[in-house]
């Protein structure tokens, strides 16, 4: 059964954003919506995540759980995903293990 889908991206490359438009809506910049199969979605992040090099993605999905939906993310990001007693909560990962930025 179709349901609806929650992509979020970072710096993903153009032909990733490309795949993306063309199984959901783009409602504004990197946040694409959809209603798509398990099997469509499943697809779709096993592109994007391959694919995300120096950027980032969040996906949410319907899922049979407590919370009712399941997380993934893939690329670095400071925000994780993890599992306390079948919850998924969002740890920060402390700031010394972030990588520099660049200061211009």
């Known amino acids: 059964m179709a349901s609806v889908t929650v992509l979020c991206t970072t710096s993903v490359p153009d032909h990733v954003r490309g795949a993306l438009t063309r199984w959901m809506i783009e409602p504004t910049p990197g946040l694409y919506v959809g ?31 407590e919370q009712g939906y399941m997380l993934r993310t893939a690329g670095e990001r400071r925000r994780i995903p993890v599992d306390f007693d079948g919850l998924t909560l969002v740890a920060f990962r402390p700031e010394e293990f972030q990588k520099p930025t660049e200061r211009i």
């Not at 798509?36 to 949410?60: N, P, Q, Y």
Request: without cysteine.
């Open 35 to 65: 209603t798509l199969s398990a099997r469509v979605r499943d697809e779709l992040w096993r592109v994007v995540s391959a694919s995300i090099e120096s950027g980032a993605a969040v996906l949410i999905h319907p899922e049979q759980n």
